[in-house]
T-cell receptor
Framework: EPEVTQTPSHQVTQMGQEVILRCVPI?????FYWYRQILGQKVEFLVS????????KSEIFDDQFSVERPDGSNFTLKIRSTKLEDSAMYFC????????????FGQGTRLTVV | QKEVEQNSGPLSVPEGAIASLNCTYS??????FFWYRQYSGKSPELIMF????GDKEDGRFTAQLNKASQYVSLLIRDSQPSDSATYLC??????????FGKGTHLIIQP
């Protein structure tokens, strides 16, 4: 069964460093997303990506964040100058048609900023 | 501001009974609603989606949507210990992404 895959599963980084989280969406899906879940809190939408550009972004997704689809399979989230409060689970998701279709989530990357 | 509200629980249900999970949403324009299950430390796993008023059944799961009341529910019949998890209600999708509730922690007691 096709699945969304994310790497790494756990990343520890020092405050101020840059990190890149990687995702391979399901191959025939067209919409890609990043979500964040701080420990004990709700899953929060960060950004959506369609046709090689950002479709929507939340207030959380400020200039510290960027996304890219560097090739035909990978979808990345870059966090520049990480802060302690960036520590969270980051989930990548994809779906086929966007509105009205279910999104499938990767297993997540646990980011710990120390 | 789009909001999805859930009772955080825990909701404790005996094995074999029906578990009833509820959710309300603030955006009257929302068209699509989803139930995800999340085990501790894991990613959300889709259980069901519903777009139309009424009931939708899939195996032991029934989703119910009432757009007039802005209310979504999930019924789990014949609850099993493996159903113990946090259940996330979400609305939206598309470019805006999903708006999640905080989830209801369900405990199935053997």
């Amino acid at each position: 069964e096709p699945e969304v895959t994310q790497t790494p599963s756990h990343q520890v980084t020092q405050m101020g460093q840059e990190v890149i989280l990687r995702c391979v969406p399901i191959s025939n899906h067209l919409y890609f997303y990043w979500y964040r879940q701080i420990l004990g809190q709700k899953v929060e939408f960060l950004v959506s990506f369609y046709n090689n550009e950002i479709s929507e972004k939340s207030e959380i997704f400020d200039d510290q964040f960027s996304v890219e689809r560097p090739d035909g399979s990978n979808f990345t989230l870059k966090i520049r100058s990480t802060k302690l409060e960036d520590s969270a689970m980051y989930f990548c998701a994809s779906n086929y048609r966007g509105r009205g279709t279910e999104a499938f989530f990767g297993q997540g990357t646990r980011l710990t900023v120390v | 501001q789009k909001e999805v509200e859930q009772n955080s629980g825990p909701l404790s249900v005996p094995e074999g009974a029906i578990a009833s999970l509820n959710c309300t949403y603030s955006d009257r324009g929302s068209q699509s609603f989803f139930w995800y299950r999340q085990y501790s430390g894991k990613s959300p796993e889709l259980i069901m989606f519903i777009y139309s008023n009424g009931d939708k059944e899939d195996g032991r799961f029934t989703a119910q949507l009432n757009k007039a009341s802005q209310y979504v529910s999930l019924l789990i019949r014949d609850s099993q210990p493996s159903d113990s998890a946090t259940y996330l209600c979400a609305s939206g999708g598309g470019a805006d992404g999903l708006t999640f509730g905080k989830g209801t922690h369900l405990i199935i007691q053997p």
